[in-house]
């Protein structure tokens, strides 16, 4: 069984950029994968970030963006801000109307 | 307004049946394809099912496939899982979840199920 994988956790400096990336444990992602990004928050729903590798939902700053970088999907955010500590989850489509979530990231910011 | 009200969650035993419910609100829920989605105690998310706008397509994940049943009633503006054959592994928020054909995009606050004896 495929598998869908995130780094688990990551750290970015107040103003500093990070890129969270989304793999398979086999193969590579491309956009036929219609990668998405989640954010969510202790206790909250999710919340949705980007749809379609690179599609900011609405109200999300264009300081998140995605892209494919190499053989996987990535969620980048630049100037980050201390709300943006949160856990993140990608979502791939794996066809038959199959998705399976990443493991997610834990994002610290300090 | 919160757009997506989940309900039906609780205390249920190991073996038994719950039915949740995902109620729209401002909007026509048969616009849209719709999912299921579960987080169990301090772990990450889960995708458990989808179905098509008009109810005539549905897939499931393989850890509740034949146990859990998703459908809906547009002239309700509801969506329902019906969980048989509850694990305690079953033990999660679920969350529902509008799709516009690219993924989750809107997201209920979730209804949590707990599977204890």
């Known amino acids: 069984q495929t598998v869908v994988t995130q780094e688990p956790s990551f750290s970015v400096s107040p103003g500093g950029t990070v890129t969270l990336t989304c793999g398979l444990s086999s193969g590579s992602v491309s956009t036929n994968y219609n990668p998405s990004w989640y954010q969510q928050t202790p206790g909250q729903a999710p919340r949705t970030l980007i749809y379609?590798?690179?599609t900011r939902s609405s109200g999300v700053p264009d300081r998140f963006s995605g892209s494919i970088l190499g053989n996987k999907a990535a969620l980048t955010i630049t100037g980050a801000q201390a709300d943006d500590e949160s856990d993140y989850y990608c979502?791939?489509?794996?066809?038959?109307?199959?998705?399976?979530f990443g493991g997610g990231t834990k994002l610290t910011v300090l | 307004e919160v757009p997506l009200v989940e309900s039906g969650g609780g205390l249920v035993q190991p073996g038994g049946s719950l039915r949740l419910s995902c109620v729209a609100s401002?909007?026509?829920?048969?616009?849209?394809?719709m999912h299921w989605v579960r987080q169990a105690p301090g772990k990450g998310l889960v995708w458990v099912s989808r179905i098509y706008s008009d109810g005539s397509s549905t897939a499931y994940a393989d850890s509740v496939k034949g146990r859990f049943t998703i459908s809906r009633d547009n002239t309700k503006n509801t969506l329902y899982l019906q969980m048989n054959s509850l694990r305690a592994e079953d033990t999660a928020v679920y969350y529902c979840?509008?799709?516009?054909?690219?993924?989750?995009?809107?997201w209920g606050q979730g209804t949590t199920v707990t599977v204890s004896s």
């Open positions: 401002g909007f026509t829920l048969s616009s849209y394809w």
């Open positions: 379609s590798t690179n």
């Open positions: 979840a509008t799709d516009r054909g690219y993924g989750m995009d809107v």
């Open positions: 979502v791939l489509y794996m066809g038959s109307g199959i998705w399976v």
